[in-house]
């Protein structure tokens, strides 16, 4: 049975061109061989071999897109369905962890580096008891996860039960905080590796970490497979910041920049991860956010071309924008 990874790119032009990069960084560093689908509000240019779904006005109007598209999937046929959202980079192998949810037959994702569950980005679907109860357990990001394709679908059910019923709950976030719920309740059952995921912009813009604290970042810098780009919806600068991490990364690696353009697949032996990371973002963040809007500007310039991120045209769209 094959893998899936699904992505959702909707609104703004600055997500249309962030999915072609996760999309490239899937593939070559993540190693990803599977079916890709991106669900999206209008038809736009993705990688080759990329199906192109589109979400109907109702869909859109739904509180968590990623549970109205994972709806439209075929779950069933494969063996894991791999969800990222379009602001994410990939730079190392995601077959561990897809093997590892096999395996297992549980969710896996990933906590935000650092915080806690009893915070308010993740607790606004609990009892003032679970808080108190859950306060020190990490909080999960709900921006990444994998699933058994034959359990993902009762998941997603039950997520979205526990979305609908949160809504007007007080407090922050809409799809993350039922997830944590569900999660520490033991009514999904999930593995929460901690140290997956680095957010430069939310990293680099904090005081300064001391102690442990420091210890857990600075690994995370290096090491961590998953780079989030979040707040690219406020923060327009993310996408130059995304566009050169994953253009630092590509210069590492042996075809260089016309491999990455091109997203072609890595060969047998060749070094990718975090050895091909450098082990000086501060320095390159700031650079980049120096270049990020001139990015910006010219990224939003190639998607009114027609041409975003250089890809190589839409291979099928499937789905109606009605």
């Known amino acids: 049975m094959a893998d899936l990874a699904y992505f959702v790119a909707t609104g703004r032009r600055e997500f249309r061109v962030a ?18 689908v991106v669900f999206a509000d209008r038809p736009f240019p993705l990688p080759r071999g990329v199906r192109l779904e589109l979400l109907t006005a109702e869909e859109q109007r739904r509180p968590s897109l990623k549970m109205a598209a994972g709806r439209r999937l075929d779950l069933e046929r494969h063996r894991t369905v791999l969800y990222a959202d379009c602001d994410l980079l990939f730079r190392s192998s995601m077959e561990p962890f897809l093997e590892r949810c096999a395996a297992t037959g549980k969710l896996i994702c990933t906590d935000d580096m650092g915080l806690k569950a009893g915070e308010e980005w993740f607790c606004k679907s609990l009892s003032a008891e679970e808080r108190a109860r859950f306060a020190g357990a990490p909080g999960i990001n709900s921006g990444f996860f994998c699933a058994p394709g034959g359990r993902l679908r009762e998941i997603l059910a039950r997520w979205e039960a526990e979305t609908l019923r949160s809504l007007d709950l007080p407090g922050y976030g809409i799809d993350q905080p039922p997830l944590n719920a569900l999660v520490l309740r033991e009514e999904i059952e999930a ?43 406020l923060f327009p600068e993310q996408l130059g910041r995304m566009l050169v991490r994953y253009l630092v990364t590509s210069l590492r690696h042996p075809f260089g920049m016309q491999a990455a353009v091109r997203g072609a697949p890595p060969v047998a032996g060749e070094r990718v991860g975090d050895e091909q990371v450098s082990d000086d973002f501060p320095a390159e963040a700031a650079a980049a956010e120096a270049r990020g809007r001139a990015a910006h500007r010219r990224a939003v310039a190639l998607d009114e071309a027609g041409d975003a991120g250089a890809p190589d045209g839409i291979t099928q769209v499937s789905g109606s924008g009605q």
């Open 19 to 36: 999915v072609n990069l996760a999309i490239r960084s899937l593939r070559r560093f993540g190693r990803f061989r599977g079916e890709i």
């Open 191 to 233: 593995e929460v590796p901690t140290g997956l995921m680095w957010f430069p912009f939310n990293h680099d813009n904090s005081p300064e970490r001391t102690g442990g604290e420091r210890e857990v970042y600075l690994r995370a810098r290096r090491t961590a497979p998953l780079v989030h780009f979040t707040g690219l919806t």
